[in-house]
């Protein structure tokens, strides 16, 4: 079984901290997302990245930064955390794109206060 | 441009009664549909997906949809609602190549009333 894992569940931020969201997953996986979760919005695609290093913005990447420097693990960056930075952060993971589902990891609720 | 529409954010079901959650899509190109549920507090989780072939595709958990190419809909069903059937579901859709974005819909919260 695929397993994506994410670092934190929930997680307590002050505003104008950094935050770090870590993302593991253990299938060789190339391609990794960062989606942002919120009520009535669906998910939405902060960034990509398709290999170590290689990245691709998603919908909404402003406020965000990434980092892939190993294939199974991929960071999603808040460099100074704002209350509109509140969401659920979902990461996931594909062999490839198109044909092939995302696996996802469980999530972090994110407060930022 | 593709999109996903998904009608009625919320959907409440008798246990034991038919369960019919609406996916309705845009798409230029042949789109790769999926069908994903969300557990409180967890991930989501694939139920099903349409690439080519049979239109109808069976899921996990007894769910199945129909992709219908003249209606653009890719609808979810499952026969009997079952209490742990109570979940969000979102639908997706991407295509075969030249693109990593996968858009996905608003979501549907299903409540199953005993």
């Known amino acids: 079984d695929v397993k994506v894992t994410q670092s934190s569940r929930y997680l307590v931020k002050r505003t104008g901290e950094k935050v770090f969201l870590e993302c593991v997953q253990d299938m060789d996986h190339e391609n990794m997302f960062w989606y942002r979760q919120d009520p009535g919005l669906g998910l939405r695609l902060i960034y990509f990245s398709y290999d170590v290093k290689m990245k691709e913005k998603g919908d909404i990447p402003e406020g965000y930064s990434v980092s892939r420097e190993k294939k199974e693990r991929f960071s999603l960056i808040l460099e100074s955390a704002s209350t509109n930075q509140t969401s659920m952060y979902l990461c996931a993971s594909t062999p490839g794109l198109g044909i092939y589902e995302q696996y996802f990891g469980p999530g972090t609720r994110l407060t930022v206060t | 441009a593709q999109s996903v529409t998904q009608l009625g954010s919320h959907v409440s079901v008798s246990e034991g009664a038919l369960v019919l959650l609406r996916c309705n899509y845009s798409?230029?190109?042949?789109?790769?549909l999926f069908w994903y549920v969300q557990y409180p507090n967890q991930g989501l989780q694939l139920l099903l997906k349409?690439?080519?072939?049979?239109?109808l595709v069976k899921g996990i958990n007894g769910f199945e949809a129909e992709f219908k190419k003249s209606e653009t809909s890719f609808h979810l069903t499952k026969p009997s609602a079952h209490m742990s059937d109570a979940a969000e579901y979102f639908c997706?859709?991407?295509?075969?190549?030249?693109?990593?974005?996968?858009?996905f819909g608003t979501g549907t919260r299903l409540k199953v009333l005993a």
């Open positions: 798409s230029s190109v042949p789109p790769y």
């Open positions: 997706a859709v991407t295509r075969s190549s030249g693109t990593y974005k996968y858009i």
């Open positions: 349409y690439t080519t072939g049979a239109t």
